[in-house]
Each structure stands twice: as structure tokens, then as C-alpha cells.
T-cell receptor
Framework: DVKVTQSSRYLVKRTGEKVFLECVQD?????MFWYRQDPGLGLRLIYF???????EKGDIPEGYSVSREKKERFSLILESASTNQTSMYLC????????????FGEGSWLTVV | GQSLEQPSEVTAVEGAIVQINCTYQ??????LSWYQQHDGGAPTFLSY????GLEETGRFSSFLSRSDSYGYLLLQELQMKDSASYFC???????????FGSGTRLQVQP
């Protein structure tokens, strides 16, 4: 079974803080993603990475950056957290270029106060 | 770009059959996927249609019609544990990430 682990399940941060969300996968998948989930808006893609040190912007990258120094680890960074970034963040992986099954982590609930 | 539309909520009773529709707009895509998410949990893969027609997996079936830009998820013999949100998703040609619909919340009542 694919395992995608998000290091923090629940976080509360203050406005202006730098926030790191970590994600680790154990299946050697090339592709890793960060989605944000908000009620009524579904899952929206923030950033994704298809290889070490390679990244591409998704649909809502503003206010976020990412880091992929090792194949198994993909980090989402909020440089200066704001209250409108309060959300659930989901990390996911996908095998290869033609894979169609995406595997999600359990999610990180971030509250910015 | 891509967009997918699904109803926001559906209610049904135990033992019944329910169909969740998904209409999409995309220039080209590999297939239509469905994911299930229980409250507080992560989305999990349910089914995938690469070709037109019906795919059956136990009590769940999924259908795709590319000519109509339409698909649906059919849940039979509903159980209380099927209460969850269901998302349709596409992976567009040339894009690695999936684009998701806004989700349909299914409530199964006794």
C-alpha cells in the first residue's frame, strides 16, 4: 500500500509566521502535489513537482512556495501566513506520467489567527 | 482550462440507488476518476474510466460519455457508511495533476 504521510495534522499559526508543511511518500513516485481544500470549492492545486528540485505552479500558487530536495519529500511553505490561508492542505502522489490513481495523505488542518 | 460540475448535495435512503453526475469542460483528457472522502479523512480512489461506457466495482459503477462531456457514479444498495463526499476528477492531456470538481455530499438516511 502506498503511504503518504503529512507530518502535522493540526496546526495553529499566527499571521505573518512562516509555516512549513511536510509530506513524505514511501512508493518512489515521481509526482507529488499540494492541494488545498475549502468547503464548496473542492480541491485546488497549489504546486506540484515531477522530479527532485523540479516544481510547477498549480492553479493557486500565490502566497506559497515548495521544496523538493529528495524524491520522497515535498514541502509546502507559507512565507508569511495570512488568515485566508486557513484551510485543509492535502499532499498527494502519482506514479509516472500515465498513472491515473492519485494517493492522498491524511491532510493538515491549518488555522491562521 | 478545465472545469467540472457536480451537484453539491444528494440525499438517499439505505438500500436505494443513487447517481451522482459530473459534467466537465476540458480540451482533452486521459479519463474520468472518482474519489470518496469521509469527514475528516483523505480522499480515496474509487474508480476510473478511460473509455466510454460503464465500469463496475462491486456496489459502485462509473460511466463516461466523452461525446456528451458527462460521467456519473452509481452507488447501489446504499449503506450508512456511504455517507461521504464524492469528487469527480480529470487529468487533462499534457498535465500531470488532476483537476477536481467541487464535490457532492451524499447523505444516506435510515
Amino acid at each position: 500500500d502506498v503511504k503518504v504521510t503529512q507530518s502535522s495534522r493540526y496546526l495553529v499559526k499566527r499571521t505573518g509566521e512562516k509555516v512549513f508543511l511536510e509530506c513524505v511518500q514511501d512508493m518512489d513516485h515521481e509526482n507529488m502535489f499540494w492541494y488545498r481544500q475549502d468547503p464548496g470549492l473542492g480541491l485546488r492545486l497549489i504546486y506540484f513537482s515531477y522530479d527532485v528540485k523540479m516544481k510547477e505552479k498549480g492553479d493557486i500558487p500565490e502566497g506559497y512556495s515548495v521544496s523538493r530536495e529528495k524524491k520522497e519529500r515535498f514541502s509546502l511553505i507559507l512565507e508569511s501566513a495570512s488568515t485566508n490561508q486557513t484551510s485543509m492542505y492535502l499532499c498527494a502522489t502519482l506514479q509516472g506520467y500515465s498513472g491515473n490513481t492519485i494517493y492522498f495523505g491524511e491532510g493538515s488542518w491549518l488555522t491562521v489567527v | 482550462g478545465q472545469s467540472l460540475e457536480q451537484p453539491s448535495e444528494v440525499t438517499a435512503v439505505e438500500g436505494a440507488i443513487v447517481q451522482i453526475n459530473c459534467t466537465y469542460q476540458t480540451s482533452g483528457f486521459y479519463g474520468l476518476s472518482w474519489y470518496q472522502q469521509h469527514d475528516g479523512g483523505a480522499p480515496t480512489f474509487l474508480s476510473y474510466n478511460a473509455l466510454d461506457g460503464l465500469e463496475e466495482t462491486g456496489r459502485f459503477s462509473s460511466f463516461l460519455s466523452r461525446s456528451d462531456s458527462y460521467g456519473y457514479l452509481l452507488l447501489q444498495e446504499l449503506q450508512m457508511k456511504d455517507s461521504a463526499s464524492y469528487f469527480c476528477a480529470v487529468r487533462s492531456t499534457g498535465r500531470r495533476a488532476l483537476t477536481f470538481g467541487s464535490g457532492t455530499r451524499l447523505q444516506v438516511q435510515p
